[in-house]
């Protein structure tokens, strides 16, 4: 079937002037009724700033923040994908126990705020459970290099405990949902695939490895690319916890400039260049699969 070529019509322009519109007036209001004096030339210091040591330009607050949201949704993702799969798995088994276990952590977790899942793990479970793992102190043991290495790739050491209790938390929420994913995934190709495997002489497994999951992944991919998006959104709730990331870098910044308007601003629009960057990737790996 040929696609229609897009085109612009009337109401697309009229729509547009509307926006324009309205994004003039509010800006218009900020400047007139809350006498808010703009001042973009102060927000490039706190994304770069000149190492007079080093003698070169290196990240500075908001940067750094964008850089730990980076780390900590990739890593969370990760978790959430790996506790996703094996609770997928568990979802569409033959076990009755595998089945509660799954539908049970799916329930519970996408029915509790993701803020109160932080709170346990971070005031619960991570403060009796990551000093008695030592992390820490392994951290604190490496060499400078490594630690370096650590703390550009995970966290510094002394943030160790907290960035691992927020990867674990997030994880575990995101997870709840990938479960869905991947068992929905599993269980809407054909019945007569199933069965078309089986008359082969194939066992379960062998079916689900070499008939089923290829043809569940590229169903599979869209959804998980979208969930991965609503990780570095999601991520922004750890700030509660000291966790450094853009958020929490904005407000800091914030408190002390009181550049409200731009900072938020900013950070709107590196978080969009995030999710819309993650959406054309996942849209490129999906026509692949799809040819």
């Not at 019509?9 to 007036?25: E, K, Q, R, S, W």
């Not at 218009?28 to 009724?33: A, P, Q, S």
């Not at 990938?178 to 497994?205: F, V």
């Not at 570095?232 to 000291?242: L, M, T």
Request: one cysteine or more; glycine letters at 4%.
């Amino acid at each position: 079937m040929a696609l229609t070529k897009a085109r612009i019509t009337p109401l697309d322009l009229l729509i547009g002037f509307l926006l324009v519109l309205a994004a003039a007036f509010v800006f218009h209001k900020i400047r007139v009724d809350l006498d808010y004096q703009w001042n973009w030339g102060a927000i490039p210091q706190y994304i770069l700033r000149y190492d007079e040591a080093s003698g070169r330009w290196v990240p500075n607050l908001i940067l750094k923040g964008l850089l730990t949201t980076l780390r900590l949704s990739f890593w969370s993702m990760l978790l959430a994908a790996l506790i996703g799969t094996v609770m997928g798995f568990a979802r569409v088994s033959r076990s009755p126990f595998q089945r509660l276990l799954g539908q049970t952590y799916v329930e519970t977790c996408r029915n509790l705020p993701p803020l109160v899942i932080v709170f346990i793990f971070y005031f619960f479970i991570s403060d009796q459970l990551m000093p008695r793992l030592g992390l820490e102190e392994w951290a604190r043991s490496l060499s400078p290099a490594a630690q370096h290495q650590l703390g550009l790739w995970v966290a510094a050491p002394q943030m160790l405990n907290a960035f691992v209790s927020a990867i674990i938390s997030l994880a575990v929420f995101e997870g709840a949902y990938i479960t869905e994913i991947i068992r929905a995934g599993i269980q809407s190709i054909d019945q007569g695939q199933w069965e078309a495997s089986q008359a082969l002489g194939m066992t379960r497994r062998e079916r689900m490895r070499y008939v089923i999951l290829p043809q569940a992944l590229q169903r599979i991919i869209p959804p998980l690319a979208g969930q991965f998006i609503s990780t570095i959104k999601d991520s922004a709730i750890v700030s509660i916890i000291s966790i450094q990331e853009l958020t929490f870098q904005a407000m800091d910044i914030m408190t002390t400039t009181y550049l409200t308007f731009e900072i938020w601003i900013t950070v709107t629009l590196l978080y969009l260049l995030l999710t819309l960057t993650c959406s054309l990737l996942a849209r490129r790996l999906e026509l692949k699969l799809t040819r």
